[in-house]
Structure formats: C-alpha cells, structure tokens
C-alpha cells in the first residue's frame, strides 16, 4: 500500500471521487477493476442500491445467464467498504467492511457471499489514494453529504468481506 510521505496514515491524502462499479462480475473483481483503471492502492466506498445476484456453481469468470432460474436475487441497501489493493495491475483486492442487504426470495442463509455478483453497473462514491490524479473527482462534502443518514439507521448492518 502507498502511504504517504513523511509517515502519516492510509487516507491522509486521499482523493475524494465517483465512479460506477461493472456489472455482471463479482463484487470483489468489479473493484479490483475499478482500482486498477485509477492506479489506487487504497479506497473507502460507499455503496448504495447495487442489485446482486447469487448463482451456485457459476464460475467468476463466466457469463451471467439470460435469466435467474436456479439463484438468487438480491439488493445491497448501503455498503461501507474499504478496500486494499497491493502493487501489481491484476493484484488481488481485498474488501472489508459493513452494510445492509436484503434478498428478494425467501433463503436459509441471508449473509452476503464473498463472491456475490453485481446484477446491474453500480454507482459509489468514495475516497481513494492513487499515484496520478482521480480521472472523475468531487468535493469531499458530496461524498459524505448522505453519511449521516444512512449511517444514522446502521443497528441492520452486517460485516461483509472478500
């Protein structure tokens, strides 16, 4: 992780941006993706409405089908993840964090898979420690103007990582 000179902490000079996560991939390469089209070592996310879906047996790699017959589907509410990315173009990312999700169909086990896959491109704002300039940057007050509010029913939050 790059961190910054003279000591400091990850996230000291972090850029705030937005950008829209790819669909139809899993969650975790979606961000390894994303990380990696703006040279980001380090990221704070923030997640809302992001369709999901969850198909037993389908390779990460593989094509998402036509139609939902043998999955599940399912809506991340909000996400707060933060995520590390070691130097490398196809480094493994890792995602920690929390957030509320729900799925549409009744199921035994309502925790979030680590391969869970967008359904849909997902919006996010966050913040994000890169080498270059953030390609879409923002003003940090949009990035946490909706905090507050959803961070302010967060007693439904689940841990997620991947």
């Not at 979606?30 to 047996?57: F, K, Y």
């Not at 070691?86 to 391969?115: F, I, K, M, Q, Y």
């Amino acid at each position: 992780m790059i961190l910054p000179e003279n000591g400091g902490h990850a996230g000291d000079h972090a850029q705030p941006f937005h950008d829209i996560l790819d669909g139809y991939f899993t969650l975790k390469e979606s961000v390894r993706q994303m990380m990696a089209r703006h040279d980001l070592s380090w990221a704070w996310m923030l997640l809302c409405h992001a369709p999901v879906m969850e198909i037993d047996g389908l390779a990460p790699d593989a094509p998402v089908p036509l139609h939902l017959r043998d999955g599940y589907a399912g809506l991340i509410d909000t996400m707060v993840l933060t995520v590390t990315r070691p130097e490398g173009e196809a480094a493994e990312v890792s995602l920690l964090g929390t957030g509320e999700w729900r799925w549409l169909d009744v199921r035994a086990n309502t925790a979030l898979p680590a391969d869970i896959r967008l359904g849909e491109p997902a919006y996010f704002t966050g913040f994000g420690l890169s080498s270059r300039p953030i390609a879409r940057p923002l003003a940090a007050a949009e990035v946490l103007a909706d905090l507050p509010r959803l961070m302010g029913d967060a007693a439904g939050f689940r841990p997620f990582s991947a």
